[in-house]
């Protein structure tokens, strides 16, 4: 089993920042890429950044020059510094780990944290 357990979510103003993190664990052979996601209430889904081998990132076009995602490989832990906040940023953010084999599986699977709320109030 892989669990994803995130932190830092809470409420800040407009212009402030924020750090989550998303913390890995299991039986984790190897993974293609690390992510977090964001759904505000009556949205879709959306990928917000991406960090895959190498530390290459992409993000979406609405956090570019604000956002920057990094990871820690030893410790199997992704971040996404959140600055410059904006009320349209207020969502709950998921991480999640994709492309995962597992010591016991090697069919790739995406695996989801439980999300944690982001309230950035004007």
């Known amino acids: 089993q892989v669990q994803l357990v995130e932190s830092g979510g809470g409420l800040v103003q407009a212009g402030g920042s924020l750090r989550l993190s998303c913390a890995a664990s299991?039986?984790?052979?190897?993974?293609?890429?690390m992510a977090w996601y964001r759904q505000a209430p009556g949205k879709q889904r959306e990928l917000v950044a991406a960090?895959?081998?190498?530390?290459?990132?992409t993000y979406a076009d609405s956090v570019k020059g604000r956002f920057t995602i990094s990871r820690d490989n030893a410790k199997n832990t992704v971040y996404l510094q959140m600055n410059s906040l904006k009320p349209e940023d207020t969502a709950v953010y998921y991480c999640?780990?994709?492309?995962?084999?597992?010591?016991?599986?090697?069919?790739?699977?995406?695996?989801w944290g439980q999300g944690t709320q982001v309230t950035v109030s004007s």
């Open positions: 999640s780990l994709r492309g995962v084999v597992t010591t016991t599986s090697t069919i790739p699977y995406n695996y």
């Open positions: 299991g039986s984790i052979r190897s993974f293609v890429s």
């Open positions: 960090i895959g081998s190498g530390d290459s990132a």
